[in-house]
């Protein structure tokens, strides 16, 4: 067996990416995302005046933050 008989046995996802895809892999994996509590914040610029007026947002209303980096 070659390297590309090899590569091409293993299951490719989708060459669609779209919200039925991702809602058949979160079936799948029942939900995981359900469970986390987590604010993902990206981007190019402002990411720690985000994350600095979110924190205090949250502290302010009694929940316990804890950032990682």
């Known amino acids: 067996m070659n390297v590309e008989q090899y590569l ?5 996802g989708t060459k669609d ?3 039925k895809a ?4 979160m079936d799948e994996f029942k939900h995981p995302e359900k ?6 914040i990206a981007g190019t610029n402002g990411k720690g005046s985000c994350a600095e007026m979110i924190t205090n947002i949250l502290i302010n ?9």
């Open 17 to 19: 990416p779209t919200l």
């Open 61 to 69: 209303a009694g929940y316990k933050v804890r950032k990682v980096y």
């Open 35 to 40: 469970k986390l509590k987590v604010i993902h």
């Open 8 to 12: 091409s046995n293993f299951f490719k």
């Open 22 to 25: 991702m809602e058949y892999f």
